[in-house]
């Protein structure tokens, strides 16, 4: 099983750029999220979804945009990317939302924005 | 929002010691799960253990094992017989059950070295 799989895993951006960052899981999840990681501090939360179609925000949302068209992809847009969104992002998918459903994690993307 | 804090940036321990990772978190709440989170080098998040708030029993997984003190608020994590492999950056994080149970809210994170 693949689990959850993101493209690319290296990516340097010039600010203002845009990208976007793929996150594809093969579990059949509901629940995807993306998280940010910062050098020296957790995970926090960008961007979650609930099903195809439904998304919403979490803690850091700004400077970002998702889409969930199937359930399998869930990817993140950056728009005008800035020196502060040079972090590690990862994003997560689980079968249901409840501490009881395990997040899987996928490999994450280092970003720099330079 | 609830604060999750870890007050150890890096731990030390030689191979086939235990080593024990403090965390204490902020909630008003009763109802919640509370876990480790492993990140070795290749960055990869691995769930280590889970602790449901209503649960007295301390969860155990294999050599981990957890110290919940919930008057305290405090989430330790016990590592016994390291090996190298347990080397790794180590997080706890908190769930709150209910209408926010998707968001994980992590601490910073503590470096857990394994010398030979």
């Known amino acids: 099983n693949a689990g959850v799989t993101q493209t690319p895993k290296f990516r340097i951006l010039k600010i203002g750029q845009s990208m976007t960052l793929q996150c594809t899981q093969d579990?059949?999840?509901?629940?995807m999220y993306w998280y940010r990681q910062d050098p020296g501090m957790g995970l926090k939360l960008i961007y979650y979804?609930?099903?195809?179609?439904?998304?919403d925000k979490g803690e850091v949302p700004n400077g970002y945009n998702v889409s969930r068209s199937t359930t399998e992809d869930f990817p993140l847009r950056l728009e005008l990317a800035a020196p502060s969104q040079t972090s590690v992002y990862f994003c997560a998918s689980s079968p249901n939302s409840g501490g009881a459903y395990e997040q899987y994690f996928g490999p994450g993307t280092r970003l720099t924005v330079t | 929002a609830q604060t999750v804090t870890q007050s150890q940036p890096e731990m030390s321990v030689q191979e086939a010691e235990t080593v024990t990772l403090s965390c204490t978190y902020d909630?008003?709440?009763?109802?919640?799960?509370l876990f480790w989170y492993k990140q070795p080098p290749s960055r990869q998040m691995i769930l280590v253990i889970r602790?449901?708030?209503?649960?007295?029993q301390n969860a155990t997984e294999n050599r981990f094992s957890v110290n919940f003190q919930k008057a305290a608020k405090s989430f330790s994590l016990k590592i016994s017989d390291s090996q190298l492999g347990d080397t790794a950056m180590y997080f706890c994080a908190f769930l709150q059950k209910g209408s926010n149970d998707y968001k994980l809210s992590f601490g910073a994170g503590t470096t857990v070295t394994v010398r030979a």
């Open positions: 979804s609930v099903g195809a179609g439904i998304t």
């Open positions: 579990m059949n999840h509901n629940y």
């Open positions: 602790q449901e708030a209503y649960k007295q």
């Open positions: 909630t008003s709440e009763n109802n919640y799960y």
